[in-house]
């Protein structure tokens, strides 16, 4: 059962105290289900209001178990459902009034729940990708030149799009600049088409519960390439696998 309270005792509290972690620790225990998770992730999800850790005096921030629960489920309900962060704080709330809220149905990259049930497309607008991540409109220009993050038709971004710009913002950090980053664009487009031809006849098939199945085969094939695709690069550059 998800608990969520926000804020809580004062950081002066003994009890407290040897619970609370700092934000680099929470990023090694998020990591263990959600590898993809970033530090600015974790920063954007508390300016949204997702999350609230306390503050020591001099400003850091301090993370209880119950704040670590609260960012392992909003990265499910993006990851598993792919909610918007708007609809996922909305039932958090609700979850702190003590309501009971259904389980969602599995969803699949780019859809949410509308207020009647459908399927709407979940985006986000230019100027929330670009406060999200915290890059300038030359950055994004750069990137999008690369192919490395591409806006939707009808306009916006997939909210996908945030979880890229971070990675590749993290990238930056080091050096890697996105020009080298091509590469890796390439490999994945390669990996989704041979995912795509393994699934390509259940998802075309006229029976539902066929094209469903072809959805948590997508699904499982992506997780299966991403983790064969980290294990090959850590194999090349003499990393032991944990």
Do not use: C
């Amino acid at each position: 059962m998800l608990h969520t309270p926000r804020g809580g005792a004062s950081l002066g509290t003994a009890t407290a105290d040897s619970r609370l972690m700092s934000i680099g620790t929470v990023l090694n225990v998020l990591r263990e289900e959600f590898p993809e998770v970033t530090i600015s992730k974790i920063r954007f999800l508390e300016s949204e209001g997702l999350v609230e850790p306390q503050r020591t005096p001099s400003g850091y921030r301090k993370f209880g178990p119950d704040d670590v629960e609260r960012l392992a489920h909003v990265l499910r309900m993006q990851r598993d459902h792919y909610l918007p962060l708007k609809v996922i704080k909305e039932q958090l709330d609700a979850l702190e009034r003590g309501e009971t809220l259904p389980v969602p149905a599995p969803g699949r990259p780019g859809d949410a729940a509308d207020d009647d049930g459908a399927p709407t497309a979940a985006r986000v607008g230019r100027d929330e990708l670009l406060a999200a991540v915290g890059i300038d409109e030359g950055q994004l220009d750069e990137w999008e030149s690369y192919g490395l993050i591409a806006p939707l038709p009808e306009g916006g971004y997939d909210a996908s799009a945030v979880s890229v710009a971070e990675l590749i913002g993290e990238l930056g950090r080091f050096g890697i600049e996105p020009r080298h980053l091509r590469v890796m664009r390439a490999a994945a487009d390669r990996e989704a088409g041979l995912v795509d031809s393994v699934v390509a006849p259940l998802k075309v098939h006229r029976n539902p519960q066929t094209r469903a199945l072809a959805q948590a085969r997508v699904k499982e094939l992506a997780g299966l390439t991403v983790r064969l695709h980290a294990a090959l690069v850590q194999t090349a550059l003499g990393v032991r696998l944990p």
